[in-house]
């Protein structure tokens, strides 16, 4: 039970100083007497909390940047009727910063046995699960004197997926993947290492392609058209560890990471291709296997969305270990990792071998444009300064780069905005040249 403002005011009123306000002991039984009355009559008409009954619907997920609308249906059983302010507490990640007190508080009423509902505008910052935590109820007496106060746990879950802002470049990378598949009209035959089929010669066509025998049997010169492997197996191999951890920007090099991931698998599924997931570190985070193609894409967001960057330091053994005990055949294994010198001489490269033995490999990792614009900062000894380190940490991942070139690897190093692209555009060259 909470006292009101207006009810400590009148309360005081039987308190003054003698000097200020002189009444008999009749005149203070007089007054404090149908005050009395008239607060126990306002809190014993004011509707219990207890016996409220709230349930929530509404939205389970939502994109990282959407509006999530929770509805939460309170219903009184009791004769009295509901005047009430209502708090829905969520964590802070669940709303934008100095938004909290609008969206959570709402002003009810609910006459005798009827039911309402209000609702709660979630926008998260941050991706993974947030929990509803309890419902603060004040219901109010019909003179505002006293309150009831009380709370109730309804729960309640809403998973926050990965934005997945790169699908914006998927119309673009599907069109070429259209070109290589031979399903629009070009100049060039299709390319690929399978057989499609036969088609009469245009100008600009690769001699090579000629089917003679085709050919002498027709009046006019045949060319063979081929399409991209079909059916091939590609793995998603997401570093979680400590240097995913690493900010680039306003979000972890994880969040970039899973962005291309998500960019490749639906690329990759649209081919043809098989693709499954795996996330570790030092134990596996996530793993998503034998989806088709319809069920891929929300598996994927399904499984990142409450990854997390863990500040260990990564098992490259383990993390091969896994790797090859989720594709026993040859694949494309697309490993999402740093490029910084220490990991990868010390815990990749001695097991790298394992993987470009039986595996098509691509290292993929999220370079920070702040070394960028530091690289070509002058006008300041500091800023000179600052220009020499970046120079210097250029040079030390391009040679990084150039050790896992030498052992097979593709390396894609790129900025979080141009990482998915650059990706997306490293898996159909080697589809195009027929190393899947």
Known sequence: MA????????????????????????????????????????????????RLRLTRSGDTSVRLGDPADVTLTVT???????????RDAWPPSAWQPGTEQDASRHRVTVPPGERRRVTTRLLPTRRGDRHADRVTVRSFGPLGLFTRQG?????????VLPPFHSRKHLPAKLARL?????????????????????????????????????????????????????DR???????????????????????????????????????????????????????????????????LVNAMAPLEPELVETDARGLTAAALHTAPRRSLIVLLTSLEAAPVEEGLLPVLSRLTKRHTVIVASVADPAVEAMAASRGSAEAV???????????????TADTLMRH??????????????????????LKSAGRL
């Not at 709370?151 to 998973?159: K, S």
């Not at 300064?385 to 040679?399: F, G, I, L, N, V």
Request: charged share 25%.
């Open 3 to 50: 006292l009101t403002g207006r009810t400590a005011l009148l309360a005081a009123l039987g308190s003054l100083p003698i000097g200020i306000w002189e009444p008999s002991w009749t005149g203070i039984l007089a007054v404090n007497t149908p005050l009395a009355l008239a607060c126990a009559c306002d809190f014993a008409l004011a509707a219990p909390v207890r």
């Open 76 to 86: 009184n059983p009791s004769r009295r009727p509901l005047r009430a302010h209502l």
């Open 151 to 159: 709370t109730h746990a309804v729960p309640w879950t809403v998973r």
């Open 178 to 230: 259209r070109e290589l598949d031979g399903r629009t009209t070009v100049l060039t035959r299709g390319e690929g290492t399978e057989f499609d089929s036969l088609r009469e010669y245009v100008p600009g066509d690769d001699t090579r392609s000629i089917d003679w025998r085709a050919t002498a049997r027709h009046a006019t010169v045949a060319v063979r058209t081929w399409r991209p492997e079909r």
């Open 233 to 299: 197996h590609i793995l998603l191999v997401l570093d979680t560890g400590r240097t995913s951890a690493g900010r680039v920007g306003d979000a972890p090099r994880l969040d970039a990471s899973m962005d291309a991931a998500l960019l490749l698998g639906a690329l990759a599924s649209r081919a043809g291709d098989r693709v499954d997931l795996l996330a570790h570190d030092r134990r596996t985070r996530a793993l998503v296997q034998g989806r088709t193609a319809h069920q891929l894409l929300p598996a």
């Open 385 to 399: 300064y600052d220009a020499a380190s970046a120079a210097q940490a250029k040079a030390e991942r391009r040679r």
């Open 408 to 429: 097979g690897v593709t390396v894609v190093d790129a900025t979080p905005s141009d990482l998915a692209p650059a990706l997306a555009d490293a898996y159909l060259t």
